[in-house]
């Protein structure tokens, strides 16, 4: 899978600092957040979706691959669509359905989304220790907060669910050879499902510990050095014009 996998490519967004590229993050985050008219999801979408065409990540497999996510979403609207109240829409097939629960339910999909491609950009286009060194960097000034520490435990979220995706689909290609899809209770085809991700989430997190404590893991080390270019700069002042107009 190449969905929140690292690809190496030369392009100005691989190459861009990672202290920038965190606030460019946090600003587009906030837009996510904020975004509630229809113009300001068409302007966070045009640019992220340039910054996916000039990352030159695999557009389609990625697409493809997020087609989980977008049952996630369908059911978020769904939901909505039928548990908020509202007025009802006129000449709906489907009884209980709102206005107001249509428009929150696409609303909040759009953030959904929004934040998805985010992470597929930033995932995509930033090396692991790079995101680690910057998180320390924001973090270094504060008193009595464990800046090494704090940022070693991102460092291993994000590595953590590429490897939680890659289990789940060969898990999935191992129940479906076995026809598991055919049974006709639903909770016996999720336990078969969820218990042995479960079971390689854990043991994968034990051997990463392991792993750590065998080649002397310390917080102490060598401090990490940033260059920053004037198009790393534009990337971040892109990123803030975004927020500040979807905020005013």
Request: charged share 15%; net charge positive; hydrophobic share 55%.
């Amino acid at each position: 899978m190449t969905l929140f996998h690292y690809i190496h490519k030369d392009t100005v967004l691989h190459r861009m600092d990672g202290r920038l590229k965190l606030a460019a993050l946090l600003f587009f985050g906030l837009a996510a957040g904020f975004s509630s008219e229809f113009h300001d999801y068409l302007v966070a979408f045009s640019v992220l979706f340039c910054a996916l065409l000039l990352a030159r990540l695999p557009v389609a497999a990625l697409l493809k691959e997020m087609g989980f996510f977008g049952v996630l979403i369908l059911i978020v609207m769904v939901v909505n669509a039928f548990t908020i109240p509202g007025e009802p829409i006129p000449n709906s097939p489907f009884a209980g359905i709102s206005q107001q629960g249509v428009i929150t339910g696409l609303r909040f999909a759009g953030r959904l989304l929004m934040v998805l491609l985010l992470s597929v950009v930033v995932t995509g286009t930033t090396p692991l220790a790079r995101f680690r060194d910057a998180v320390e960097w924001y973090l270094r000034p504060f008193p009595f907060l464990p800046a090494a520490r704090v940022a070693t435990m991102f460092n291993l979220t994000f590595l953590l669910l590429p490897v939680i995706l890659d289990n789940f689909k060969e898990i999935m290609a191992a129940q479906n050879s076995r026809c598991v899809q055919l049974r006709k209770n639903p909770v016996k085809r999720l336990k078969y499902l969820v218990f042995p991700l479960l079971d390689q989430t854990l043991r994968r997190a034990d051997e990463i510990a392991y792993a750590m404590e065998a080649r002397g893991y310390s917080e102490v080390r060598t401090r990490a050095t940033f260059k920053s270019t004037k198009t790393d700069w534009l990337m971040l002042a892109i990123s803030l014009l975004v927020f500040l107009f979807v905020l005013f």
